[in-house]
């Protein structure tokens, strides 16, 4: 039997493969402008199933304030989604390991320190692509993500390892 941490990875895994297999396919038959498009259509949606989802779970119901709300369930989102996350309380150093997350007053700043993403991007040959394919999904995703939690957080996405930094900033206000 797989225990709980291989089920995790193999659920992930084929989240994984299957989003780039399909994309691949889009592209093959209509190219790659076309593939994106498609993509972030389903982006558009992916983000509010998943708010959904958290938001239904009995622990996180019990969170009164939306914002705090939307902070545990996007370190949640991003556990799931393969970033090692930490949630910080205050600034403190970078590790080169763990991303963190932390809140300040109305601000929630998240810094990536490595994209499993990007990742599959540089181990599939397609580097070039990630960049455009990171500004696309990634502003969209958050920010429908944000939304679900309340129509006002703003999110504003910074630094990009895909565009060469050495980490993404996302900041939701």
């Known amino acids: 039997m797989l225990n709980s941490r291989q089920v995790k990875e193999y659920l992930q895994n084929s989240y994984t493969k299957v989003d780039g297999l399909w994309f691949l396919k889009i592209e093959e038959q209509f190219g790659f402008e076309k593939a994106l498009d498609i993509d972030l259509e389903i982006w558009k949606v992916m983000p509010k199933i998943q708010a959904r989802y958290l938001k239904s ?27 090692k996350i930490k949630a910080a309380r205050s600034k403190q150093k970078k590790s080169a390991n763990f991303s963190s997350a932390f809140k300040e007053n109305n601000v929630i700043t998240v810094t990536v320190n490595n994209c499993p993403w990007h990742n599959l991007m540089i181990k ?26 309340d129509k006002n957080i703003k999110f504003e996405l910074g630094e990009r390892i895909c565009k060469g930094a050495a980490y993404c900033k996302f900041v939701f206000t």
């Open 57 to 83: 779970v009995p622990e996180i119901k019990e969170i009164a304030d939306s914002f705090d709300m939307f902070f545990e369930c996007l370190k949640i989102k991003m556990k799931l989604d393969n970033f």
């Open 124 to 149: 599939s040959g397609r580097e070039n692509l990630s960049e455009k394919i990171g500004k696309v999904i990634c502003q969209n995703e958050y920010s429908i993500f944000a939304s679900e939690f």
